[in-house]
C-alpha cells in the first residue's frame, strides 16, 4: 500500500513558477514509476509527467508542458517533484500524483495509487 500527499498548489500569475511535491508512504518508493496528472473543469484527466522507477532516469512529458515543467525524484525523502515554470492559464487544473509499480506509463488506468489532488490556478 502506497499512500501519495501532494502540496504546493496555488494561485500564480501567468508566466510564474510552482513547484508540486508528492510524499508517499513505505519503503518500496524506488520501486514505483511516478506520473503527473492534471484535471481541468469539465475535461478528463491527462497526463503530464512521468518518470521511471529507481533512479528515474527516464522521463516523459505531454507536448505542451516540454521544456516548461521538469519531473525529479528524491527516493531518499520518498518524494516526487514537478517543477512549472512559465506557467500559462490552461495549466489551470487540479493535479495529481500517481504510482505505478515499476514500469512507467502515460495512461491515468495503469497506475494504483492516487493522491488526493493539489489545486494549481493561473491567472491572466
Known amino acids: 500500500q502506497v499512500q501519495l500527499v501532494e502540496s504546493g498548489g496555488g494561485l500564480v500569475q501567468a508566466g510564474g513558477s510552482l513547484r508540486l511535491s508528492c510524499a508517499a508512504s513505505?519503503?518500496?518508493?524506488?520501486?514505483?514509476?511516478m506520473g503527473w496528472f492534471r484535471q481541468a473543469p469539465g475535461k478528463e484527466r491527462e497526463f503530464v509527467a512521468g518518470?521511471?522507477?529507481?533512479?528515474?532516469?527516464?522521463?516523459d512529458y505531454t507536448d505542451s508542458v516540454k521544456g516548461r515543467f521538469t519531473i525529479s525524484r528524491d527516493n531518499a525523502k520518498n518524494t516526487v517533484y514537478l517543477q512549472m515554470n512559465s506557467l500559462k492559464p490552461e495549466d489551470t487544473a487540479v493535479y495529481y500524483c500517481?504510482?505505478?509499480?515499476?514500469?512507467?506509463?502515460?495512461?491515468?488506468?495503469?497506475?494504483?495509487?492516487w493522491g488526493q489532488g493539489t489545486q494549481v490556478t493561473v491567472s491572466s
Open positions: 500517481a504510482a505505478r509499480f515499476a514500469r512507467m506509463s502515460d495512461s491515468s488506468s495503469e497506475y494504483d495509487y
Open positions: 513505505g519503503r518500496t518508493f524506488s520501486s514505483y514509476a
Open positions: 518518470i521511471s522507477w529507481g533512479g528515474g532516469s527516464r522521463t
